[in-house]
């Protein structure tokens, strides 16, 4: 069985920096990718990042230029370093990843979820 933990977030003021991280463990044959997605009150669930096998990034328009993903492959691990944060980008942050738990199947998981609030 798959499980993505999350860790990181909290409360930072505007202005300031965050960083999440996520670490996939259990049965795991391949990692296709992973990302960040994020649900703000009475808001639908978005993407924020995503970072594919082959190194391959997709960001936000509303995050570029201010969000990083990057991945350590050697502990299956994915970070979102966030600067310049706005109150806009409070909401929850989930992690995503699509994997091979065997070399015959494939599936989405989701982290837990993690509190980001930016607020004076």
């Known amino acids: 069985q798959v499980q993505l933990v999350e860790s990181g977030g909290g409360l930072v003021q505007p202005g300031g920096s965050l960083s999440l991280s996520c670490e996939a463990s259990g049965s795991i044959f391949r990692i296709i990718a992973m990302g960040w997605y994020r649900q703000a009150p009475g808001k639908q669930r978005e993407l924020v990042a995503t970072?594919?096998?082959?190194?391959?990034?997709n960001y936000a328009d509303s995050v570029k230029g201010r969000v990083t993903i990057s991945r350590d492959n050697a502990k299956n691990t994915v970070y979102l370093q966030m600067n310049s944060l706005k109150p806009e980008d409070t909401a929850v942050y989930y992690c995503?990843?699509?994997?091979?738990?065997?070399?015959?199947?494939?599936?989405?998981?989701w982290g837990q979820g993690s509190q980001v609030t930016v607020s004076s």
């Open positions: 995503n990843a699509y994997i091979y738990p065997t070399p015959q199947s494939h599936d989405e998981y």
């Open positions: 970072l594919n096998s082959g190194g391959g990034r």
